[in-house]
């Protein structure tokens, strides 16, 4: 026997305040001389002892009435298989369903989904009247179908019986913790956690052992104990992360076989705008994951989507990824100094470039414009001086140049920050003729850094550090700027970057040389070496201007600067994330955010994306709108803007190319980004079932074969053993308390009787 509430069983000791009362009570024997009545006291005698005997009874009778309340309070139960144990008790229970994409898998007998709800199923099938039962399906996040337990078990089966399989990874932990919160409110005998899962490894991970908060019977069910065998695309990685017009692009593709056999003569396709662009096949040994490479030109500016999709296999989700990619076609860049002949040469030599590190070629002057556009990256440059420029309209220009201005003035100050509201980007060059003072203004609104003391560097100084994955760097080779002929630097200027910004390269000696903020949809790049032709001693500052490095840097910093804009040019996210977009134009406003429908066979947006660089919309792209926008998902969901400027969409529950609409003052702009499954769930090796209930408290794990399992409900039954008996303990108390009130009142008679 085993009590639900034992802290009533201090009641026990009320059973002696009768027998308390009963000895305060008692009386005395007083011996009185009387006449010789020998008869008289052998009959008191008999009489007596029958008194004796009858209060007794009445004592111990009303000591077992209170005994019997207080135990009935503490909820007794017995569990030793006793003929009046055969009737259970109740039974309250939480289902913990794993529907991550992993239970998607196909086994020889079929789905693993399907196979878990069937068990399901049948465990809620056990229950009877007065049973209770909750339902959580399980991913990276609980979603608590019933987050609280309801005798409606018909419900409950009905919600199993509808639920699918989601796009997302496993963690075990958060679903556990949730499951023991809802029990630990139960106040029935049985107590009872199941999960019903593939147990795959990713999702017992980065967490340690779990406590039974909540003192349920833990009961682990895996769906499979076949060996699984998957392919899928684990990344896609482009070769250069700004991306031109007519410039080959390489996308490397990372393909990982998560099997204990070798994989040959497997299918990779590439999709672009809906349509079939190349085929490659490849071969990979067992365990093995791989780097393939796709090459592809894109013709036309804007945004492009597509995806690379393996042929199919048992686990088809995750055979598909997608990706949007900004292709630049135009930039203009407004150059402002005293001396900017050479920067404007260097950012368009013959209004035209090629984008690479060692090479540079050039369309003559009077190629017509539509054919320059259509064969490379157009960067068109116009100059002004920090005069000109305090009254100079702005509206047309993608990226400022501050080439060296010396002062920066109230009304510069004031276009700039104009420019940076607007969401567009600024580069500035710093040198020993700067003033830091009127710079230092602006470090507290959106200049990377504070500006110092000159530095001069004998022997001259070089690039020591920089990050080779940053855009602006990733064209370079690896040895890149400190190489034989990188950029020799005499002076620069001491910085102090601000809490807000990266530092992207240094010097030899840990002098910033690059510092960058973002702002929003504004990247500022402050470069700490001058760009100016002097004469004199302060010539030399640095071999920059003729170094072959300064080209393909400088066009890179534009590019970027001018891509900033796209909020799809450095997000990669997977299904469940958050994603964060910057319009600063249209600052608490709405924008509606629809998923493009994708077939099996090919990409649903037929018809080539809008074509835009900031909120310039091509030809071509107006023309397809329409087309496009009959691609697009009916069930838009509106999100508002935040009054920084800032969108954030967390409905990102499927995989696919999602477009985003915003009305600006100057039409409707349309973004779009891509959304991927976790490759980290393609991996359907399983935690060991043993390790697994030692993680997490489970009394017994499951042993049998799923099917047995899943068909008998003996097994569930047996563990159900037991019955609370407080209702007996109730009546039997009532049925003593009559019994002690007949006594009472007979024996109250009697001595009435005997006194009369």
Wanted: include cysteine; charged fraction near 20%.
């Amino acid at each position: 026997m085993a009590f639900l509430n034992p802290l009533f069983l201090f009641g026990l000791l009320a059973a002696g305040i009768p027998l308390l009362i009963h000895l305060w009570n008692r009386r005395r024997v007083v011996t009185i001389d009387f006449s010789s009545l020998m008869f008289l006291t052998a009959a008191h005698r008999e009489n007596a002892r029958r008194f004796q005997l009858r209060q007794l009874l009445i004592l111990l009778l009303r000591m077992a009435i209170v005994a019997l309340i207080a135990l009935a309070l503490a909820r007794p139960f017995l569990t030793l298989g006793l003929p009046i144990a055969s009737v259970r008790a109740k039974t309250d229970l939480v289902i913990v369903l794993d529907n991550s994409y992993s239970m998607a898998y196909q086994d020889v007998d079929g789905v693993r989904f399907e196979k878990a709800k069937t068990i399901a199923t049948d465990i809620l099938d056990t229950l009877r009247h007065g049973d209770s039962a909750a339902f959580i399906l399980m991913s990276d996040s609980p979603k608590p179908v019933f987050r609280q337990l309801t005798p409606d078990i018909e419900s409950v089966i009905a919600a199993i019986n509808d639920t699918e399989v989601s796009y997302r990874t496993t963690n075990v932990q958060p679903s556990f913790e949730l499951a023991h919160e809802i029990l630990a409110e139960s106040v029935q005998l049985n107590k009872e956690l199941y999960l019903i899962s593939d147990f795959a490894q990713n999702g017992w991970e980065n967490w340690s052992r779990l406590p039974n908060r909540s003192g349920a019977r833990i009961s682990l069910i895996p769906v499979t104990e076949n060996e699984a065998h998957n392919i899928s695309i684990e990344e896609i990685r482009p070769s250069n992360q700004l991306i031109g017009v007519n410039l080959l692009l390489q996308m490397n593709v990372t393909i990982a076989n998560h099997s204990v056999a070798p994989l040959a003569q497997h299918i990779l396709t590439m999709f672009i705008e809906g349509e079939k662009q190349k085929t490659v096949n490849f071969s990979a040994a067992a365990d093995e994951s791989l780097n393939t490479i796709l090459t592809y030109n894109f013709s036309t500016p804007g945004t492009h989507t597509g995806y690379l999709m393996l042929a199919e296999d048992r686990l088809n989700i995750d055979n598909r990824r997608y990706f949007a990619l900004d292709v630049i076609g135009e930039v203009r860049v407004l150059c402002v100094g005293e001396q900017t002949e050479y920067l404007k040469l260097a950012l368009n030599p013959n209004n035209f470039v090629h984008l690479s590190p060692v090479t540079t070629n050039a369309v003559p002057q009077n190629t017509p414009e539509n054919e320059r556009m259509t064969d490379g990256v157009m960067i068109l440059p116009t100059q002004c001086t920090p005069t000109e420029f305090e009254t100079f309209p702005l509206d047309d220009y993608d990226v400022i140049i501050l080439a060296d201005v010396p002062n920066i003035s109230d009304q510069i100050r004031a276009q700039l920050q104009e420019f940076i509201r607007h969401g567009k980007s600024i580069i500035v060059f710093v040198s020993s003729h700067s003033d830091p003072t009127s710079y230092n203004e602006l470090s507290s609104v959106w200049l990377p850094a504070e500006v110092g003391s000159t530095r001069t560097w004998t022997p001259p100084e070089q690039i020591g550090t920089y990050q080779k994955s940053h855009p602006i760097f990733d064209i370079f080779p690896n040895e890149g700027l400190s190489a034989q002929y990188a950029p020799q630097f005499y002076n620069g200027v001491v910085l102090q970057p601000t809490p807000e910004s990266e530092v992207i390269a240094r010097f030899a000696d840990d002098t910033p040389f690059l510092v960058e903020r973002i702002q929003g949809t504004s990247a500022v790049l402050l470069y700490n070496c001058g760009l100016l032709a002097r004469q004199g001693a302060a010539a030399t500052a640095n071999d920059l201007l003729v170094n072959p490095y300064f080209l393909p840097m400088l066009q890179q910093s534009v590019m970027y600067a001018a891509m900033a804009s796209s909020n799809s040019l450095t997000w990669g996210g997977h299904v469940g994330d958050t994603y964060t977009a910057y319009y600063p134009r249209s600052a608490g406003g709405k924008a509606s955010i629809g998923i493009m429908a994708v077939s099996s066979q090919q990409s649903a947006v037929d018809s080539q994306p809008e074509r835009f660089v900031g909120d310039k919309v091509s030809a071509p792209a107006r023309q397809s709108t329409d087309n496009r926008q009959s691609a697009i998902n009916s069930q838009n969901t509106v999100v508002p803007i935040g009054e920084d400027g800032a969108l954030r969409f967390q409905g990102t529950e499927r995989p696919g190319i999602y477009q985003i609409e915003v009305q600006t003052r100057s039409g409707i702009q349309r973004d779009f980004f891509a959304v991927n499954v976790d490759a980290n769930e393609a991996d359907l090796a399983q935690i060991p079932l043993e390790q697994a209930a030692a993680r997490v408290g489970a009394q017994t794990t499951v042993t049998e074969k799923t099917e047995a399992l899943a068909a008998a409900t003996d097994p569930y039954e047996l563990r159900r053993h037991g019955r609370e008996i407080w209702g007996e303990l109730i009546i039997l108390a009532v049925c003593l308390m009559m019994l002690e009130s007949f006594l009472s009142n007979r024996e109250s008679a009697l001595t009435t009787g005997r006194g009369q």
